[in-house]
């Protein structure tokens, strides 16, 4: 499937001795600029090591950050034995957090790709439903993991689990928009004056869309087609042919951010290389 030397001259003169004042002077003050930046970006690196204690807390495994605030409040929170008990303290991994005088870490991250099957929903507790993602990969860490993002219960392919807050916010923020690859079988023969609508464009109720990429993927039968789209919006591949007036059988997702379901049976789940991982934080896929 197709996807879609600045120079700058300086000179200086001098005498070759710092004998004037202006001098002296203009050296003192480049001393103190250079301090007063070296603390700053200092400063800065500092900052940018500190996390919320609420996203500490969550990290850790015990709770989500709401429940944490909670914990906060309740006054059953120390930092470096000190009890804690406003919501915007911010923490470094050296620092010492206990909850009801335990201590508490930051879990290890855990990634897992999973070949998604029918008949599966994408919840993390769902009482009415036979079978969760969540069942599938039972015993494969200690860790509590997350699907990222959803797919409906008879839609099928990749799905990645994590405890990884910060890749789950990149992978299903709208702002990101990841690309994902579905193979979907419709109940007929796609047109090819309608496969050329989702490829320039369609207005739904919520807005325009259009596919990144649309084509057959088999020359023969035409109710099966590729298509490659950005967009996150909800049921959105189904919207797009249901407009068109087909009906969508099978939906099976085969790439998602960089992922694919190759060589995973359906059902079937493996933990991600240390490589697609890289490549996740990175954020080097489209």
Known sequence: ??????????????????????????????????????????????????????????????????????????????????????????????DTVRYNGERIREERKVYILLNKPKNCVTTVEDPHAKNTVLDLVRGACKERIYPVGRLDRNTTGVLLLTNDGEITKKLTHPRFNKLKVYLVQLNKNLHINDLEKV?????????????????????????????EIHSGRHHIVKRIFEHLGYEVIKLDRVYFAGLTKKNLRRGEWRFLTQKEIAMLKMNAFK
């Open 1 to 94: 499937m197709a996807r879609s030397n600045r120079k700058s001259n300086s000179s200086s003169k001098g005498s070759g001795t710092f004998s004037s004042s202006r001098n002296i002077k203009s050296i003192k003050r480049k001393v103190i600029g250079d301090r007063k930046k070296a603390k700053e970006l200092a400063k800065s690196y500092h900052d940018n090591n500190l996390i919320r204690l609420n996203r500490y807390i969550a990290s850790t495994g015990l709770c989500s950050r709401r429940e944490a605030d909670e914990l906060i409040r309740e006054g059953l929170i120390t930092v470096n034995e000190k009890l804690v008990t406003d919501m915007g303290v911010k923490v470094s991994v050296s």
């Open 199 to 227: 490829a320039t464009g369609i207005m739904l109720d919520d807005g325009f869309i259009k596919a990144d990429s649309v084509e057959y993927a088999d020359p023969v039968d035409k109710s099966q087609v590729g298509i």
